[in-house]
């Protein structure tokens, strides 16, 4: 997944939660058709069966509107399957900012800045106001090598909405790369003031204390976002130089082992990409036989990959082995222990077992993992319905709503594996 400030790829998202909801977690649906306004995450679909003993209907497959689909899987970086929904989505809504900024990433990620700068442009012609599009169209400065606008862009940001910490990581790692280790340092200081436990805030101020030669302060920064994200890059690289300045051979070489495995992780990703997309496009489709197949191909290669034990889980759910699934999932969780995704499906499972209290306790660590990640409410309202407690429901299908509003699937932040 290409990131907005030019920074080494990740991974592709796992399917989303809301592919699949069964019967128990559709309860919040009802309430939509009573008017509540709310509908399910987009994409979500049945299987046969559900939550044993609660006597709810099924939720139908419906189809989601080529605009929520592509948002979708946008957010998810299955950028071959948005791409032609968005643009379909654009021919029946020319004004659509989301929409606009959703084709503006899409293009961004696939290294069309022209288009990606135009779709930016003509999303601020409607929403002029959205610092969505305002982030995306500094990334383009920044891809294109235009340094100066992208500064200005961002300072404009940052004006309007001084603690937004994208903006000021942003902001802070150009200042970094170009020497303003003081500029830089207060930026990210910022930024980690709203996010304390983001490893890109703690990777910029690292690079910013080395760039002062706070070498020890650095060192610590950058071992913060290994902790939290571990074989970033970006800080195994510079805990190599930083133990080096500071005579550390032998902590050197362990960094640069480090390293070298994290590379070769990177290189086993690009080896298994292709099956990734393809178990990724036939679970969208509901072919869940050939996606489980896929990702047994990747998970063979790469044992160690959170992400394919998240799919497979996912894939398991959708083939009603629920078990299995709850297997998946928990060595996904072993792997990735803040995985807000991973909680959410291990929710599901524990849902669609009838174990509400574990479902309910493992929504609710997916939140304090990701405050603003909307499916954790949806599937809480879904089990509070069940259990007659409407609102408790009503309560959290608001939350889900303020947040999917705020947070349709296009948001540009400053993505993993920062580029040493």
Request: aromatic share 4%.
């Amino acid at each position: 997944m290409t990131a907005v400030i030019p920074l080494l790829s990740g991974r592709l998202r796992a399917p989303a939660a809301a592919l699949v909801c069964a019967a128990a977690l559709a309860a919040c649906a009802r309430s939509a058709e009573e008017g509540s306004g709310a509908a399910p995450p987009p994409g979500a679909a049945s299987p046969a069966g559900g939550l044993p003993e609660t006597g709810l209907p099924e939720m139908g497959p419906g189809q989601p509107p080529p605009a929520e689909a592509g948002l979708l899987l946008l957010g998810r970086g299955d950028l071959k399957g948005a791409e032609p929904l968005l643009v379909s989505a654009r021919r029946q809504a020319p004004d659509d900012a989301r929409v606009l900024e959703g084709l503006g990433a899409l293009y961004a990620r696939t290294d069309r800045l022209r288009q990606a700068e135009e779709s930016y442009r003509a999303a601020l012609a409607k929403t002029p106001g959205s610092i969505r599009a305002r982030l995306g169209l500094a990334a383009v400065f920044v891809d294109s090598g235009r340094y100066e606008e992208a500064r200005a862009a961002l300072a404009e940001i940052l004006k309007a909405a001084p603690d937004d910490p994208t903006a000021s990581l942003k902001l802070a790692l150009l200042m970094a790369r170009s020497g303003a280790a003081v500029e830089a340092e207060a930026g990210a200081r910022r930024a980690l003031a709203r996010q304390p436990d983001n490893p890109e805030g703690h990777y910029v101020l690292g690079l910013a204390l080395g760039e002062s030669g706070r070498y020890e302060e650095a060192v610590r920064e950058m071992r913060r976002t290994e902790e939290l994200q571990p074989a970033h890059l970006g800080a195994l690289s510079h805990l190599v130089t930083f133990s080096v300045r500071l005579g550390r051979g032998d902590e050197a070489e362990r960094w640069r082992r480090a390293w070298q495995e994290a590379l070769l992780r990177q290189r086993v990703e690009e080896r298994v990409r292709d099956h990734r997309l393809k178990g990724v496009e036939a679970f969208n489709r509901g072919d869940f036989a050939a996606s489980l197949a896929e990702f047994d191909i990747i998970a063979r290669e790469d044992p160690d990959d959170p992400e394919v034990h998240l799919h497979l889980g996912s894939t398991r759910i959708a083939l009603h082995d629920l078990e299995a699934a709850r297997a998946e999932i928990l060595t996904s969780l072993r792997l990735e222990p803040r995985s807000e995704r991973a909680l959410v499906e291990l929710g599901r499972v524990e849902a669609l077992q009838n174990r509400l209290d574990e479902a309910i306790a493992a929504l609710q660590k997916a939140i304090a993992v990701n405050p603003e990640f909307p499916e954790p409410h949806y599937y809480l309202a879904g089990i509070y319905r069940a259990r007659g407690d409407a609102s408790r429901s009503a309560e959290e299908m608001a939350r889900f709503e303020a947040l999917r509003r705020r947070s349709p699937g296009a948001a540009m932040e400053v993505q993993p594996g920062g580029r040493p």
